[in-house]
């Protein structure tokens, strides 16, 4: 029981940090779907395609895939 004391107060100092990482990925996540919307909107035509082609991949495909496309996949398109 002693352990769950002692690691709670660890956990909990995490806390500010993940609320932090979360509000940043909110804003930015909106700001890029309004930016989105407004281009689907307007009907520019190359990037309005780029977006619906976007929005289907992500919707049509399960997260755990997209997780290691990132994952896996990324690393061979980044040099180092």
Do not use: C, D, H, W
Not at 47 to 62: A, V
């Amino acid at each position: 029981m002693s352990f769950i004391f002692y690691t709670i107060f660890e956990v909990l100092k995490g806390v500010p940090n993940t609320i932090m990482i979360s509000l940043v990925a909110i804003i930015i996540g909106l700001f890029i779907g309004l930016i989105f919307a407004m281009i689907r909107l307007k009907r520019i035509p190359v990037l309005s395609q780029f977006i619906i082609i976007y929005n289907s991949f992500f919707r049509s495909t399960p997260l755990i895939v997209q997780l290691f496309i990132v994952y896996y996949g990324l690393p061979a398109f980044i040099l180092f």
